[in-house]
């Protein structure tokens, strides 16, 4: 009888150890073992050509949830939007997976201010960005494109037929973003000094992504520290200059508040930088993207165009009124920002464990969301790479969740300036094609570079021919 519990005993056992096992093992996130020790599967990102079509990949043989190594660090990425929802109330951002971009944005920038500081940040400067903020800005975004507009009426006056829609974007975009944030009247030869340095910084930035550094101590590598400083200092003149006046509380911007609530000097330069660069890159490829689509969608240009003629006289500036009934605009720039994949990732950490989608994940572990990812997801939109405004249709969005559509990323920490961007989009886009009929140069083959930010591979060239 005792030998027979025993027995018993030790099959009851032998099924529970069985159990806790496989319930361990089918809890572990599906993924990618380290191709190397060292450097974990950042020779595997760098082959796939950037972070965003490593995820791609990844999600494909995967599914919505997997792991990688980043160097010896694991590494969750997530892409579906019920996981999103999972994430919504996290605030910390992991600095290891942004670490590259310090050198331009500074250790002090909020990119990297994480808990109480960093809450306390956002509580302060989204002051600069609520809705009643930045309709005041809306007299500039149309002063700024007007004034481009104009630049480009003169060329087809002189009989030029191209023109460089991206040097166009990027110069409004960071011309409206330093007029409206930093109240900073730009200097035009000043301003293409900035870009320069900005330009060269930048691609080394993301070329040493893909592994590609200049050697230490080389010319190259003299030159771009010598670009990044050029950079900076721009920037930190902008701030000198708003320093030395005194702003009524009505009249502050975003700088204002920066200059108020800064705790030091370095923080205050860190996060000027991180705002000027968060605040144009971004914003110039958004409005590339909208108008090269449109170029080669005429129907739906037409389409825009008939739409913004019937909340907008032909002279009028671009109004709040004008933007909240262009339904079709709206339409539009969401179709832009999801085709694009223009801020293909974000990322969250938590100290303490959690589970995510039903998975254990030890705390402290980067979680990527895989925004673009999702944004290409066939489930939700069909033809992903297809430019289509009517997947925003009213009725269209009805069916599918929310949180699948996450172009400025999820919940507590999203971007500060998505209602700020959205508005600049729509007053460049419906002034643009409200004056212009706008087309594509014949033979141009337009990749889509997946960085930090996503960014045509060469110049687009436009034409342009005035609407009556
Ligand atoms: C044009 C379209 C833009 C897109 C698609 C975009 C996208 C994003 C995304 C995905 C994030 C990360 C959010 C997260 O972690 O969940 C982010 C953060 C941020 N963005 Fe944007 N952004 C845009 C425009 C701008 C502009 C115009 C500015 C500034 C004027 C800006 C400033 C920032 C800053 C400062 C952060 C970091 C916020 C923090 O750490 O709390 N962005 N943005």
Redesign the pocket.
């Given at each position: 009888m005792h030998l027979y519990l025993q027995f018993i005993v030790g099959l009851f056992l032998a099924y529970i150890m069985k159990k806790i096992f496989l319930t361990k093992k089918e809890k572990e996130i599906p993924g990618m073992e380290p191709s190397s020790k060292d450097m974990g599967n950042l020779e595997d990102l760098g082959q796939a050509g950037s972070l965003h079509q490593f995820l791609v990949r990844l999600h494909g043989k995967y599914g919505k949830i997997t792991s990688f190594w980043f160097g010896t660090q694991k590494v969750v990425s997530i892409s579906s939007p019920e996981m999103f929802k999972e994430q919504q109330s996290v605030?910390d951002?992991p600095p290891i997976l942004f670490k590259f971009f310090e050198p331009l944005i500074g250790p002090n920038?909020?990119?990297?201010?994480n808990k109480d500081a960093?809450k306390a940040?956002?509580r302060e400067?989204d002051r600069s960005?609520s809705h009643k903020a930045i309709t005041r800005y809306l007299g500039e975004f149309n002063a700024v494109i007007n004034e481009i507009m104009d630049m480009l009426c003169k060329d087809m006056e002189r009989g030029v037929t191209e023109h460089a829609l991206c040097t166009h974007m990027a110069t409004f975009?960071l011309k409206a973003?330093l007029m409206t944030?930093f109240g900073y009247v730009s200097d035009d030869s000043k301003i293409t000094e900035f870009q320069n340095n900005y330009n060269i910084y930048w691609s080394a930035m993301e070329a040493s992504l893909g592994g590609k550094c200049p050697e230490p101590g080389s010319k190259e590598e003299e030159d771009l520290q010598t670009a990044l400083k050029g950079a900076k200092d721009f920037v930190k003149g902008v701030v000198e200059i708003r320093q030395k006046l005194e702003i009524r509380e009505e009249n502050e911007r975003?700088i204002d508040i920066l200059i108020r609530h800064s705790a030091d000097e370095e923080t205050l330069l860190d996060?000027a930088v991180?705002?000027?660069?968060?605040?144009?890159?971004?914003?110039?490829?958004?409005?590339i993207w909208g108008i090269y689509f449109l170029a080669g969608n005429s129907a739906v240009q037409d389409r825009l165009h008939v739409e913004i003629l019937e909340h907008c006289e032909k002279d009028e500036s671009i109004s709040m009124s004008t933007i909240s009934k262009c339904v079709y605009l709206k339409q539009v720039s969401d179709e832009t920002?999801r085709c694009s994949v223009?801020?293909?990732?974000?990322?969250?950490y938590l100290d303490e464990d959690i589970l995510l989608g039903g998975y254990p994940i030890p705390g402290r572990t980067p979680i990527v969301?895989a925004?673009g990812v999702s944004l290409h997801n066939p489930e939700y939109f069909p033809e992903p790479s297809k430019f289509d405004p009517d997947r925003f249709s009213p009725e269209n969005i009805k069916n599918r969740p929310k949180t699948a559509f996450?172009?400025?990323?999820?919940?507590?920490?999203?971007?500060?300036?998505?209602r700020?961007?959205?508005m600049?989009?729509a007053v460049c886009i419906a002034a643009m094609v409200r004056k212009f009929e706008i087309g594509l140069v014949d033979g141009q083959k337009i990749e889509a570079v997946h960085g930090l930010?996503t960014h045509p591979s060469t110049e687009i060239m436009i034409t342009l021919k005035h609407r009556h």
């Open positions: 605030f951002r920038s909020l990119q990297y201010t960093g940040k956002r400067y960005m975009a973003d944030l975003f996060d991180t705002y000027v660069v968060g605040g144009f890159h971004t914003t110039a490829n958004y409005l920002l223009l801020a293909p990732f974000a990322a969250r969301h925004l996450q172009p400025f990323g999820v919940g507590k920490r999203i971007c500060p300036a998505n700020f961007a959205n600049e989009a930010v």
